[in-house]
């Protein structure tokens, strides 16, 4: 059975940092291009970040290029998002995804002083 669980979410101050984990099980993790997304109140669900199966290609939204680092550890069945100089503008349901179709239940990060 597929699961997604998403871990290390909180609160932080504004500067702050944070680092996220996405546990996989019940798949060949290696083998699929994995992303998290976030989805803040009254706002769509919107792509952070995504890496391929190997790690070798990794896409980030404009918006948190330069911050957040999305990597993985495929003898871990681990998917991390190391967040760095957040914002309040980040502050969101963080929610991990596996291409294609399957969602984990998020994990809230709020930025906030």
């Known amino acids: 059975q597929l699961q997604l669980v998403e871990s290390g979410g909180g609160l932080v101050q504004p500067g702050g940092s944070l680092r996220l984990s996405c546990a996989a099980s019940g798949f060949a993790f290696s083998s699929y291009r994995m992303s998290w997304y976030r989805q803040a109140p009254g706002k769509e669900r919107e792509l952070v970040a995504r890496i391929s199966s190997t790690g070798g290609e990794i896409n980030y939204a404009d918006s948190v290029k330069g911050r957040f680092t999305i990597s993985r550890d495929n003898a871990k069945n681990t998917m991390y998002l190391q967040m760095n100089s957040l914002k309040p503008e980040d502050t969101a349901v963080y929610i991990c995804?596996?291409?294609?179709?399957?969602w984990g239940q998020g994990t809230q990060v709020t930025v906030s002083s």
């Open positions: 995804y596996r291409h294609p179709g399957s």
